[in-house]
């Protein structure tokens, strides 16, 4: 069963083509040293070597192969294990070759929530350095992992859009303790920083979301685990609005998410974001997947359980 929250660590071996690499002085913002995560920085690691699997099981995809199948789209959607080194390293290195092809392309993350956006266009403008930044959109060794690093370096770099996609935390709890209803008597500066999905998930995503809950599920009682599915689709409604209107705006996104988020994104019912975008954009968007997903085999062959649940799949031992 794929959990519904990752913790960090340490990556794993085998899968990922070799050992981690130390790990970089922190400071504690999170940030390492600039010249680690600028563009073209080489930390040794070819992520374009590892092995990537099609969604429908029809065999494996070069790294160039997918480059070309994922361009074009208007939405791709990039299923993460948080935390996960190489994983992310892998996330990163697909951003910067998806960005060589697409100069409108916008990066577009989970971690980074809406009442920081002023941040995040500071900083891309050059307004501010990178530790004003980090302190002033709370970035810490946990939610700022370096492959975000290199992905938002790589955005300023090129003056992409870096979108700040979640809905503020503050929201999220408010959801899951007091509903949707409560929401609605806040003022219009406050709910700009969240969208109230239509309708709860359904279908597949509710099913697995309701698994992940396990334990919780079985002592907390259906208003528990109802409460903790509105906190979910709010966080799916927002980022999915906000991921809609960068392209609305022209721009095609890379979003980055963690992979519960997009696992059986091309499935109907399958990803509570993709039914929320396609509400908002039309059924004729163009939504491409990729996720990332632990497993503790050699990752050569596609999992039976991993058929459809994205347009790609890369496999990275599990952390430790």
Known sequence: MKKLMMVSGVCGLGLVMGACSSA???????????????????????????????????????????????????????????????????????????????????LSMEFIERDHQHVMDDYVGGLIDRETMAKESLRNPGNFPVGHQRMVERAKADGRAVVAANAARVYVK?????????????????????DVPGALPEGGYADRFMEAMGAMALHGGDEM?????????????????????????????????????????????????????????????????????????????????DVGVADFVVYVDPIE
């Open 24 to 106: 970089a002085t922190r400071n504690a913002n999170g940030l390492v040293d600039e010249a680690l995560v600028a563009p073209g920085a080489d930390d040794g690691f070819d992520a374009r070597a590892m092995t990537i699997h099609r969604g429908d099981a029809s065999g494996v995809a070069a790294f160039d192969e997918v480059v070309g199948a994922l361009s074009g789209a208007d939405v791709v959607l990039v299923g993460e294990v948080h935390g996960h080194e190489r994983g992310l390293d892998f996330i990163a290195t697909l951003f910067d070759a998806l960005a060589d092809r697409d100069p409108e392309l916008a």
């Open 225 to 305: 685990v109802k409460s903790f599915l509105r906190s979910q689709a709010l966080w799916d409604s927002t980022m999915a609005a906000s991921v809609a209107r960068q392209v609305e705006q022209g721009s095609s996104v890379y979003h980055v998410v963690g992979h519960f988020h997009v696992d059986f994104a091309p499935e109907a019912g399958g990803s509570a974001m993709v039914g929320y975008l396609r509400e908002r954009l039309g059924d004729d968007v163009t939504i491409k997947s990729i996720v990332v997903h632990q497993h503790e085999g050699d990752g050569l062959s596609l999992m039976g359980e």
């Open 174 to 194: 408010m959801a899951r303790t007091e509903g949707y209803e409560a929401m609605s008597g806040l003022t219009e500066a406050q709910r700009a920083l969240f």
